[in-house]
């Protein structure tokens, strides 16, 4: 049962052959049996998940066909579902009960959708590896001794272990694509304002975005399809149509050009990583696509904008979690050293940083000289994808700069955000982007085979084109089926 | 020269004007006054995590309105940007607002003093934002922070949309200055963005007071004046600084830039704070808000709907209708007296009649019953009927009033009531002849009293003779008459 795709689920129970119930069990009970090792989830919704399933099961026993019928997923620890403890893998939000649901949360639980837990991520999304996490520990699937990726490694791992379906992740400036990389997960990220953040606990509020984790490129759509559109509580969502991914799915991908990008070549990834991008890229002329050499001659610039408009954004984000209202509080003699202490408290290593990067590039003075210009380099970067586009259709490039590596590997905090070097232009310049399998390594040293991930990124508002093709790409290659999570015997269910 | 003389006050003020809008700023709680406390919040505006903020059209109109009014340009785009610093009340330790460009710029407010003088004092900039909670500090006794146990946060008021109002420097006097706020105040209440109560909180001003010797060209140091509830204890705020700076000046002390709390019962300013900690607020665009684009159609249909302003109303009625500057502002004052007062002069010609009517004894008529005029049963159209009647001396003053009092229990039109009751003033000397001739020969002793001298008592005459005339006798003709007759 847990090896079943979303779209498999919500076929069989639509057509009554599975039951939303038998469903939800099951996939609870591989939570249970596998989670003490994985350490997706921080919160098991059991009861939730059945309450769920009995409201899916009436509707469809009503008749209804619901396009995520019964599907179990699995919800980032940053996205509010009222009554559940939503934390950010912060002590400061550790027992926070949020009191309403995210837009993108309620759209999936009202298709058929059932919530099976809250998952692990670097704390308020900060990080590549989950290890940023106050909360716990989460372990990549395909080898316990390496990071899930992160920042939504927590919904990437329980997927990769079948403990949901689908699972929810944002992605500011790689935090789907990545783990998604790691993991032998489609992680896919939407143009910036496609899905309503409303009810997503801000890390950069012009980077977030939600989307899905999953394993096929077809359960990537149909959550798209349910979660997409114009939300009037998120004034930067867009009001414009969604195309429908789920029915753009394709074959083949004759004329399209996709272009390569001419200076990440010289990144060195490695001889055998390279290779295996060079086999992807082949592949995808294979299947009729024209490869085209494309440049982003601003794109370099990418990680050093980043780290100043996300701690910008998230310096003054995260100000709200003062003590006053929620979460945690540690007492003070007086209102100002209650907020010294709590925050002193309650946040983590990596969040203080950005907080104190943010607040320095937001300074009187230094303005000007940070804030202002990383934001006309995002502009920039933005123009050159514009140029790039003129000619090509969509660029392929790596999803990460490595596949996973073992915990504290990138103890440093600059090895680990170049982990993004690739996915944070288009973070930038708000494009549409997923991570695809595309092959299989077995690095440093290490005897499990990783996975590694081929991005592809489409013009704004292409999800559609974007997930059609990485449709025709995975049907072609499989990547994903070459191996199983490594989590031992366990018993079936 | 006395010490006074020799100094010349500079004033600014700034006011925080919260909009009446249906709802909230950034969220759909209601906006409205009072209530238990935390019952008008939600997620958007207690910020909750997750939380964002939509901004609310109504409020931004407004704002266009009130900038239009005040003769400012709209630019075609704006934006919301945060203001970050901490504090208890502002649920999310920044305040949505507006920095570089906000809805309106330049522009200046009209006001006027109780002799007619009319000025104007330039906007600085108006800009819109969000208001904070309020906190209540308990324990200390006297419900200030210092020495308090615990403070308890009300966030109802949380997300109101507030207009920030900062004037230049360029008000010269206490009176100025409550002028100024007067006329703000008339402005924004006659396009309805605003209930402006000062003892609500929907208006809050502050004052910005310095003094420079006559001749100086640099401006003296300023001090920030704050805690006034009324126009009245803004004008004793700012009038007790000037004196208090200016004592301090002359006896060799220099003042303070500090910000001063006005005590009303004691009247006086005590220090609040000196010179701020220099806050560097990190302003910058809101992520979550895309910026405003406003259509130049949409500015033209806002400026269709301002209608006729405060200051446009009292120059017609003093400069084209010759009322004085009190009874010009008593009407404008209250908007639908105004209007009624409108709708009279439409029809009857005479203006300053018009005005003596509405605010005498029309006014008092409504104050007695306490109903306003606009409502009560006497319709412009019967009042301009009436004072037509008084203006061509068809009756006279005393059977006006009469009339009045009739026509507010109902009577309807007083050309019937006149014609029906045969009530029109009698200017026919021949019968006011035989009705001062009745009088003199029913008081003969009267009459030889006058005759001998005391002529205090032809006004019993004059009385008599109204009496006799059940009150329709031209009074004017009536004591020609008997002057004539008691000197022949």
Known sequence: MVELLGAQIARGVNAREVSAREVAEAFLARAVAVDGRVGAYLTLLAERARAAAARVAARVAAGEQLPLAGVPVAVKDNMCLEGTRTTCGSRILEGWIAPYTATAVARLIEAGAVPIGKTNLDEFAMGSSCENSALGVTRNPYDLERVPGGSSGGSAAAVAAREAAIGLGSDTGGSIREPGAFCNLVGFKPTYGRVSRYGLIAFASSLDQIGPLTRS????????????????????????????????????????????????????????????????????????????????????????????????????????????????????????????????????????RRILIGTYALSSGYYDAYYVRAQKARTLIARDFDAAFAQCDLIACPAASSPAFRFNAKSDPYSMYLMDYYTIPMSLAGLPALSVPCGWVTPDGGSAPMPLGLQLCAPLFGERLLLGAAHAYERLTRHADAHKPALGEVAPT | MSAREKYVPVIGIECHVELKTATKMFCGCPNEFGGEPNTKVCPVCLGMPGALPVPNAAAIEHMIAAGLAFGADIPAFSKFDRKNYFYPDMPKDYQISQYDMPLTQGGEVRYWLDDGTIKSCRLTRIHLEEDTGKSTHAGSGDGRIAGSAYSLIDFNRAGVPLMECVSEPEIHSAQDAVAYLEALRRTLLALGVSDVKMEEGSLRCDANVSVRLADAKELGTKTEIKNMNSFRSVGRAIESEIERQIALLESGGRVVQETRGWDEANGVSVSMRSKEEAHDYRYFPDPDLVPLEISREDVERIRGTLGELPWQRYERYTAEYGIGPKPATQLLDNLSLARYFDRIVAISANPQQSANFVLGDLSRLANENGIAIADSKVSPEHLAELIALVEAKTINSKIAKELLARMWEGAGSPKALVEGEGLAQTSDPAAIEGFVDDVLAANPGVVADYRAGKTNVGGFLVGQVMKASRGKADPALVNALLARKLQG
């Open chain 1, 217 to 352: 490129v077809e359960d990537a759509a149909l959550a798209y399809d349910v979660m997409s559109g114009f939300d009037p509580m998120d004034a930067t969502s867009i009001d414009r149509p969604v195309e429908p991914a789920a029915t753009g799915l394709r074959t083949d991908i004759g004329g399209l050009r996709i272009g390569l990008v001419r200076q990440f070549d010289t990144q060195g990834l490695g001889e055998e990583i390279d290779e295996a991008y060079d086999r992807a890229y082949h592949d995808l002329q294979a299947l009729g696509a024209e490869l085209v050499d494309v440049t982003l001659p601003t794109a370099d610039y990418g990680l050093a904008t980043y780290y100043l408009i996300a701690p910008a954004e998230c310096s003054s984000n995260l100000a709200r979690f003062d003590g006053v209202r929620y979460g945690l509080r540690v007492d003070g003699a007086d209102v100002r050293e209650m907020y010294d202490r709590t925050r002193a408290a309650g946040f983590g290593p990596e969040v203080k």
